[in-house]
Nanobody
């Protein structure tokens, strides 16, 4: 089992640069990939960024060039650095990890990011 605790959300002005954190605990050795998703009101949850154990990354087109996913292995924490925020980035952001060769999926509780124009 992997437990995830997110932090770093809140109210941000457009153009701001907050950083989200997701601290993992439990069987962290089994983690194979770490993801950030978001869900805006009335919309489906969407994948924002992925970081695999081999260092491969993926970004949604809407955030590419503005968001950066990174990981501190010593702290078992994954980050999402968000730059140049736009009102359309307003959403609940969820941390997700895939473990045990992608056979298990764990979710954090979500953190609200609200971007004011």
């Amino acid at each position: 089992q992997v437990q995830l605790v997110e932090s770093g959300g809140g109210l941000v002005e457009a153009g701001g640069s907050p950083r989200l954190s997701c601290a993992a605990s439990g069987t962290v050795f089994s983690i194979t990939a770490m993801n950030w998703y978001r869900q805006a009101p009335g919309k489906q949850r969407e994948l924002v960024a992925t970081l695999t154990n081999d260092g491969s990354t993926y970004y949604a087109a809407s955030v590419k060039g503005r968001f950066t996913i990174s990981r501190d292995n010593a702290k078992n924490t994954v980050y999402l650095q968000m730059n140049s925020l736009k009102p359309e980035d307003t959403a609940v952001y969820y941390c997700n990890v895939l473990a045990s060769s992608y056979s298990r999926s764990y979710w954090g509780q979500g953190t609200q990011v609200t971007v004011s124009s």
